[in-house]
């Protein structure tokens, strides 16, 4: 393989996109405009939850290039078969994505060629069809992996249109680019800790209590089974107090005592600059997780009230989760530097 600069292909055609960036894909990156580079690495950002490969290239003058490009977190690369090994410096690597819509040598890579060998997505779903059959669950408790629903990560969002006076104005002060708690590394809202993609979840019990965990952003909750409220003087929290109850098969997990937070990083509205859509510390959350036996699977469904902010209810959002033998690891996130 030639270390040169294969082309930045801007050729207008419809591509995948990669289906399980952490911060949405859309506002940072173009996917019509593609990216074929090779050369050798300089460094690899060991990172959560975005890594990123330094790669030294030749543009078509003979002028040694740097690009910066990212990708998953080194956790889920590492998962799907693309180990920090592969990428070390001084490794003769090909990377193909897309380019970034802002900075011109940056750019988000979904496929790795290493040498003359095979291409590799970093999208998990390729290999996941390939692994073994999980055996048959008989309850919600387990570890369980987001089922692919083509849920989009930015875009409009219907809720946008029903803020009032006080959210605008709080919505008026947010940044996405520079103010999202991802960028801390803080356990963002509870949504979007069940609909990170590609990294597993798992429920399990704690004495009375039950325990839900997300491997993304180290995410664990605590729901306290039985209770009528939250005790007094509970302090608000990014995930909140979550309070849980039986209704047959169907475990019920009430929610409340938020801070104000984010429930979706980036927004889009035509001729607007990106927003995000944030809610208050009147938000409250109502899940409901079943299982499905007959597919082994857990399907839940999310209910948003937030009258401090919005002037109707959240319509119900929902997702399916399938068994999973894979282990949840540590995230580690380290907080991105930003631009």
């Known amino acids: 393989m030639k270390g040169s600069l294969l082309g930045c292909s801007m050729a207008l055609l419809l591509v995948s996109l990669p289906l399980a960036a952490h911060h949405s894909f859309a506002p940072h990156f173009d996917a019509t405009k593609r990216v074929d580079i090779a050369g050798v690495v300089t460094e690899f950002e060991k990172r959560n939850p975005h890594a990123y490969v330094h790669l030294k290239v030749q543009d078509a003058d003979g002028r040694s290039v740097v ?20 990428l070390a410096p001084g490794k003769t690597v090909r990377l193909m994505g897309s380019q970034h819509r802002r900075v011109p040598n940056e750019c988000f890579f979904d496929s790795v060629q290493v040498g003359d060998g095979e291409v590799l997505s970093v999208d998990a779903r390729g290999a996941a069809v390939q692994r073994p059959k999980v055996a048959q669950r008989d309850s919600i408790f387990g570890t369980w992996l987001l089922l692919p629903s083509g849920r989009a990560t930015s875009g409009p969002q219907s809720m946008m249109d029903y803020t009032n006076a006080a959210a605008k104005a709080a919505i008026a002060k947010y940044n996405p680019f520079t103010d999202d708690p991802t960028y801390r590394c803080e356990p963002v809202a509870i949504r979007r800790g069940w609909f990170a993609p590609d990294t597993p979840m798992a429920i399990r019990r704690q004495g009375n209590d039950i325990v839900i965990q997300h491997e993304w952003m180290d995410i664990e909750r605590v729901v306290h089974m039985d209770q009528a409220a939250a005790p007094a003087g ?18 019920v997990v009430e929610t409340d005592h938020f801070k104000p937070g984010v429930l979706n990083q980036f927004v889009e509205v035509a001729g607007q600059p990106m927003r995000g859509l944030l809610h208050s510390n009147a938000l409250r959350t109502v899940e409901r997780i079943r299982f499905d036996a007959a597919r082994n699977v857990i399907t839940l469904s999310i209910e948003h009230y937030d009258p401090e902010f919005f002037t109707r209810d959240f319509p119900v ?12 690891k540590h995230f580690g996130c380290i907080p991105e530097q930003l631009k």
């Open 67 to 86: 690009w910066r490009c990212e990708s998953h977190g080194v956790t889920q690369l590492t998962r799907n078969g693309i180990t920090p090994e592969m």
């Open 317 to 328: 959002v929902s997702g399916e989760y399938a068994a999973s033998d894979l282990e949840i």
């Open 234 to 251: 509970t302090p608000e929290a990014i995930l909140g107090y979550s309070r849980g109850h039986w209704d047959g098969d169907t475990l």
